[in-house]
């Protein structure tokens, strides 16, 4: 079956401009994580979406944001970017989120904000 | 606030055993799980470990002691494809924190 799959797989922007990045689970998986990944800060949990909700969200501003849609698509918003935004921005798909349930990983957006 | 903590290197001889440890502060656990990444690639799932004790999965083997707040993965008969990143992370509620990772390095 289809991985998770994560659009575009690389973007550049400017400063200040807002991005949006997407993600689709594996099919008929519900819950939908995003982590960010630097090499200094390593994978920091930013929020998990489940049936549409935001069920959790890490410690991020609030230019980070999130949506989940009816088909369990999700997509991730960062408005006004900052250098420091640049990272590997990774999605992850859970069957459901018991504890212990495997996440399964998109291949990541590479973000480079100049 | 959750922390954990793992060396952020190791490195190994193929076919040996290498134990990589991760000691955490969590204030809600429900478990500890495993992840590998390679350069380049997405990390993928190793091992789940909720209940004290060890896990074995052929090569890989995972242990926990809640009462100590630690855990190790024990990975056997070194490859050189086991050269990668390897991840603690606690599973509190809906989400995973990670730990910063350990590179793990095997040389023929």
């Known amino acids: 079956k289809a991985g998770v799959t994560q659009t575009p797989r690389y973007l550049i922007k400017t400063r200040g401009q807002q991005v949006t990045l997407s993600c689709s689970p594996i099919?008929?998986?519900?819950?939908v994580s995003w982590y960010q990944q630097t090499p200094g800060q390593g994978l920091q949990f930013l929020f998990e979406?489940?049936?549409?909700?935001?069920?959790n969200k890490g410690n991020f501003p609030g230019r980070f944001s999130g949506r989940q849609f009816s088909n369990s698509r999700s997509e991730m918003n960062v408005s006004t970017l900052e250098l420091g935004d640049s990272a590997l921005y990774l999605c992850?798909?859970?069957?459901?989120?018991?504890?212990?349930?495997?996440?399964?990983f998109g291949q990541g957006t590479r973000l480079t904000v100049v | 606030g959750q922390s954990l903590e793992q060396p952020s290197e190791v490195t190994a001889v193929e076919g040996a055993i290498v134990q990589i440890n991760c000691t955490y502060q969590?204030?809600?656990?429900?478990?500890l799980s495993w992840y590998q990444q390679h350069d380049g690639g997405a990390p993928t799932f190793l091992s789940y470990?909720?209940?004290?004790g060890l896990e074995e999965t052929g090569r890989f083997s995972s242990f926990l002691s809640r009462s100590d707040s630690y855990g190790y993965l024990l990975l056997q008969e070194l490859q050189m494809k086991d050269s990668a990143s390897y991840f603690c992370?606690?599973?509190?509620?809906?989400?995973?924190?990670f730990g910063g990772g350990t590179r793990l390095m095997v040389k023929p």
């Open positions: 992850a798909s859970s069957l459901d989120s018991s504890p212990g349930t495997e996440a399964f």
């Open positions: 099919s008929g998986h519900r819950s």
């Open positions: 979406y489940f049936s549409e909700t935001q069920r």
């Open positions: 969590t204030s809600g656990f429900y478990g």
């Open positions: 470990n909720a209940l004290d």
């Open positions: 992370a606690v599973n509190a509620g809906n989400m995973l924190t």
